[in-house]
């Protein structure tokens, strides 16, 4: 035997071990376990609505488990890691593809612990907040689940590269950061703020987006919801932080965001948080929007990077009647600059020069977030990709320009946008574009 490969056993027999102490917690039997009061659905859940229906949409299963355009759960959404693509899975009860022949302890251990059927998941699995959940809520999504359609089909099979294809390597990350922990009350705070701490962690998994990550892609848990780039987009500071966070917003404004998502004077949900509004959150109850408010309420600020937008005070619809044209600017005006003329033509038709959207509240653009982070991630990411959300049957649509744009029309009209809007001086450049187009 060569020493090379003895040394390659070696090591494979010491991961192999690690693996194996990693996995006493999750191989520990499925007894009963205690619930705690906040878990399951709320008192002013709607008759009509099966507990496991508004649980699997408060935890969102469908935004990762639906591939664009497909079957909502048959799976096959890819998503691009550093290190390669993987794929998520069928959850409608298909015997072969889906989960139809899975136990309830399977299951359990999939969402909870992070153990599918073919060994460890990868952390795109928000296992890591779901293993917050109680099991009888877990199980209630599971019935829901069974509900459905069997769709046959299973999703395109991975593609990473070597060592991070090896999915026992995820043994060795899970001991490192991940804990398997249950939700925990809080018998000092409300059960309203509990109610809202659950929704937050153990079903909306809010921090998976809004939470930084260290290089070992876990999430940072000092810095909790100060903010995260996802997809090229980026999920702000959602702390209680005067400048950089929501804590200068109102109980109103935050309610409504999250529930139809736009907040008066604020910001639209666009990109990622669009489809949080769309698929979960519009769904939750009054009473359980209203506990996220006071849970977000109580979160620990932290200063972040870039600053939440001023609100403004408007009437809107005395706004809309006195749209102004840009003072001392005519449309033919030669010394416009190019990111305004653009602005001029493609833009104020649904955004005004005032920024008060013109047919709806959801397009005003003073006051948003996007328009006052002088890095212009979100703002580009939002004219490349445009961005679309459905609430409550009404669609709002923002048209993406990245076919028709250069890099540097939009680097101009980012620029001109956020010095107009937010006051900024824009530092967008051709190349940050560039860099965010190939990035998706
Ligand atoms: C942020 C995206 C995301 C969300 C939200 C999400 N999943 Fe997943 N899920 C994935 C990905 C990606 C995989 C595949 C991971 C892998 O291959 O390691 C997966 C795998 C699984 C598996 C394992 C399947 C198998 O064959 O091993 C189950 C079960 C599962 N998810 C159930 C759920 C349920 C139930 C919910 C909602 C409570 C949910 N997921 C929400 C992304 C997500
Ligand atoms: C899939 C990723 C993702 C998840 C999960 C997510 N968010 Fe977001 N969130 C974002 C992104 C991206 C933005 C920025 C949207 C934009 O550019 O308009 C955002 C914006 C927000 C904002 C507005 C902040 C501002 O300054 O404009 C609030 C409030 C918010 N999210 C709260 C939540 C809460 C509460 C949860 C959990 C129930 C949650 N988010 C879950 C990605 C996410
Ligand atoms: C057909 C109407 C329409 C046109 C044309 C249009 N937009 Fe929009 N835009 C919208 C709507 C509606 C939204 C709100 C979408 C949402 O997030 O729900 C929006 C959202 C935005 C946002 C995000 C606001 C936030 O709070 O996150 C920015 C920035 C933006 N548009 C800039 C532009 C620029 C710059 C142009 C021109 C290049 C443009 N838009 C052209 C309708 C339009």
Redesign the pocket.
Known sequence: MKVRQLIGYAALAVVAAAAVWAGRAWLAPAGPEPRPPVAGTPADLPAAIAHGEYLAKAA?CV?CHTAQGGTPYAGGRAFRLPFGTIYSTNLTPDRDSGIGAWSDDAFVNAVRAGVGSHGRLYPAMPYTSYAQMSRDDVLAIKRYLLTLRPIAGEPPANALSFPFDQRWGMAVWNLAFFREQRFMPDGSKSVEWNRGAY??TA????G???TPRNTGFAMKSRDYLSGAE?EG??????TADQSY??GS?TDEQ?AR??SLGH?PG???????????VEH??QYLTPGDINA?VVY?RSVAPVAGASR??ATIDLDPSAARASNAVLPGSTLAASGMSRGERLFAGDCAGCHQWNGVGRQTEYATLVG???VNDPSGA?LV??LLHG?SLTVGGRTQQMPGFGEAYSDSDIAAVANFVLSHFGSKQGTVTAEQVSAQRSAN
């Open positions: 969102d935004a929704l937050a079903l909306g998994h809010c998976e987006c809004h996802i987009w980026k999920a702000y500071n959602t966070g929501i917003w935050v965001y999250l907040a604020r910001s639209s949900a666009s990109g990622p948080m669009a489809d949080v979960s959150l996220l977000l939440a937008g948003s977030h996007a979100a990411q939002v961005t």
